[in-house]
């Protein structure tokens, strides 16, 4: 069964930093498109990175590109989502997925419908 865990959250001032975690488990995928999305109060959960674990190719969405970097560490079947120069919009909670992918094309394209495997989420709060 597929397990994922995320930690990190917290509440920083604007143009902080914090580093999400999302622990991975019951899965071997040989390739998979993982990916952060973020959810605020009223709001869609919208995408905010992804990484084709095939290759390592990443993508972001435009509102945090230069900010956030996701990254992988294989050997610890873990999943990061690093974030400085915090904004009060980024303010969400954050939650990391996961699903089998060969090719890697579909990966960028942010679709959260696509992905069966989710995390339970991290709070994220950014103040002014």
């Known amino acids: 069964q597929v397990q994922l865990e995320e930690s990190g959250g917290g509440s920083v001032q604007a143009g902080g930093s914090l580093r999400l975690s999302c622990s991975a488990s019951?899965?071997?995928?040989?390739?998979?498109?993982m990916g952060w999305f973020r959810q605020a109060p009223g709001k869609d959960r919208q995408g905010v990175a992804e990484i084709y674990t095939g290759d390592g190719s990443t993508y972001y969405v435009d509102s945090v590109k230069g900010r956030f970097t996701i990254a992988q560490d294989n050997a610890k079947n873990t999943l990061y989502l690093q974030m400085h120069s915090l904004k009060p919009e980024d303010t969400a909670v954050y939650y990391c997925a996961t699903r089998s992918d060969y090719s890697g094309k579909a990966c960028g394209a942010f679709r959260s419908t696509w992905y069966p495997f989710w995390g339970q989420g991290t709070q994220v709060t950014v103040s002014s």
């Open positions: 019951g899965y071997t995928y040989s390739s998979s498109c």
